[in-house]
């Protein structure tokens, strides 16, 4: 049987039993090389999940809309998987809550041109770190990649050639805030831009209000930010969102030591939130 097969079968049990209320993974959309997120509440829809080279959206990030159902399956990878380990270390859903359905991730293409996604590219843990049973094999290790490459690049950047870079960014942001609706860390109840009244952030779309929004996001989820890499994919203007959060992320190791945020439950080191006496303190 397929991996694929296996989510059929395991989702159409699992809903029959009654063991899950709720089950979430990828159906085909209009084209072959398209897929779009499937919920269902029915076992008599399982056969419309499908799992293929095109499933390209990270899923943990529905759970917390669905839970108020029941028990959530779900079909995990290891972007997924290292979502819903975010979202009970940010208690925003407990672990008994979902049902994991791991599969083991080969990378996902663009639907346009067919080559592998810039997120999948980069991904350095394709098998899911948390799951309840696996459908089929794991997938190989991806090849190593230099984790902060694009870092590298703007670090070498003389000034002011930097600054005018990061003015080049975020003047092209529009706040549409899609970054942060599919961001699985992202998990407030109240975002700060939308509380009016303390007035955090202006209506207004200019380079510092756009730069406020974008700097403040990359520090709340600096520590708990999993790579997966889907505020980059949905942005609609391009911006290169991975290389500002990769760029705290190195700054952090630099200070606190290597670390990867929610590849475990036992885990849960937050450096920017936790504090040590022997914290670096070379600021003060």
């Not at 663009?110 to 098998?127: I, P, Q, S, V």
């Amino acid at each position: 049987m397929t991996a694929q097969d296996i989510i059929r079968t395991r989702a159409k049990e699992l809903l029959e039993s009654g063991e899950v209320a709720t089950f979430i993974g990828w159906e085909a959309g209009r084209f072959e090389n398209q897929t779009t997120p499937l919920v269902i509440t029915d076992a008599a829809d399982a056969d419309k999940l499908v799992f293929n080279e095109y499933c390209v959206n990270t899923l943990a990030k529905y759970v917390r809309d669905v839970i108020p159902r029941g028990k959530v399956g779900l079909v995990v990878r290891g972007c997924d998987s290292r979502g819903i380990i975010r979202l009970v270390a940010d208690k925003v859903i407990k672990r008994e809550d979902v049902y994991l359905i791991g599969v083991g991730c080969p990378g996902i293409k663009d639907r346009k041109t067919g080559e592998m996604l810039k997120k999948c590219a980069e991904c350095r843990h394709n098998n899911p770190p948390e799951f309840d049973e696996m459908a089929g094999e794991v997938a190989e290790k991806p090849v190593a990649v230099e984790r902060f490459a694009e870092v590298a690049e703007v670090e070498a950047m003389a000034q002011p050639d930097r600054s005018r870079y990061f003015e080049s960014v975020y003047a092209k942001c529009i706040r549409c805030y899609a970054c942060r609706d599919v961001c699985p860390c992202c998990t407030c109840r109240e975002c700060f831009v939308d509380q009016r009244r303390e007035n955090w952030v202006g209506k207004q779309n200019n380079v510092a209000e756009n730069r406020f929004y974008g700097l403040t996001r990359v520090m709340h989820i600096g520590d708990r930010c999993i790579e997966c890499g889907e505020c980059e994919r949905v942005c609609p203007m391009d911006l290169p969102l991975m290389k500002l959060n990769r760029k705290v992320i190195q700054d952090m190791n630099d200070l606190f030591g290597e670390f990867e945020s929610s590849l475990s439950l036992e885990d849960t080191t937050e450096p920017l939130i936790e504090y040590r006496l022997d914290d670096v303190e070379e600021f003060m």
